[in-house]
Antibody
């Protein structure tokens, strides 16, 4: 059974750096073809793809946010970490991590999401 | 503005069929057979309904089907049920530079 869970601060101040951790089980990020991605959703708005890391440490980022994002993995801990710098109120959103299969282009399993509010 | 264009809302009566379109470009939907569709109920995480354009994950009802023509992908739900009322999002691979893009979402109302 594959499960993912996001964790991190619920409130950050403008200009601060957000660090979110995705802790997963039921698969290994050392297995060929596996990836973990991050997607966010502002309240009442659409999903927005942010970043993805593959088993081989290949990393992909949203072009519009690339300068602010860093994604890393700790295979031994079954964790993926996303950092986003220079947070702004428009970054207020529910942040999801999701399991990805290379070649399928899809995200079959998602975490429950964590709401991050950016406010002073 | 979302990279993929979806109608903001669609509606149908129980038992009817509806189709949700997802229009992209020759750089995403038109170039790759990697369109996926997600169902999202209020307050819940998205659920994968269709992947690789037309494949259904195990456990997803065969009332859900996907297709593609040119730069437009479509999700069809037949035999509408009350539980199908939700938001639906398409997603497409868009090449190594852009990676993945989502649509703006479509709210399905079952009348």
């Amino acid at each position: 059974q594959i499960t993912l869970k996001e964790s991190g601060p619920t409130l950050v101040k403008p200009t601060q750096t957000l660090t979110l951790t995705c802790t997963f089980s039921g698969f290994s990020l050392s297995t060929s073809g596996v990836g973990v991605g991050w997607i966010r959703q502002p309240p009442g708005k659409a999903l927005e793809w942010l970043a993805l890391i593959y088993w081989d440490d290949d990393k992909r980022y949203s072009p519009s946010l690339k300068s602010r994002l860093t994604i890393t993995k700790d295979t031994s801990k079954n964790q993926v970490v996303l950092t986003m710098t220079n947070m702004d109120p428009v970054d207020t959103a529910t942040y999801y991590c999701a399991h990805h299969i290379y070649g399928s282009g899809s995200y079959p399993y998602w975490g429950q999401g964590t709401l991050v509010t950016v406010s002073s | 503005q979302s990279a993929l264009t979806q109608p903001a809302s669609v509606s149908g009566s129980p038992g009817q069929s509806i189709t949700i379109s997802c229009t992209g470009t020759s750089s995403d939907v038109g170039s790759y057979n990697l369109v996926s569709w997600y169902q999202q109920h209020p307050g819940k995480a998205p659920k994968l309904m269709i992947y690789e354009g037309s494949k259904r994950p195990s456990g997803v009802s065969n009332r859900f089907s996907g297709s593609k023509s040119g730069n437009t992908a479509s999700l069809t739900i037949s035999g509408l049920q009350a539980e199908d009322e939700a938001d639906y999002y398409c997603c497409s691979y868009a090449g190594s530079s852009t990676s993945w893009v989502f649509g703006g979402g479509t709210k399905l109302t079952v009348l």
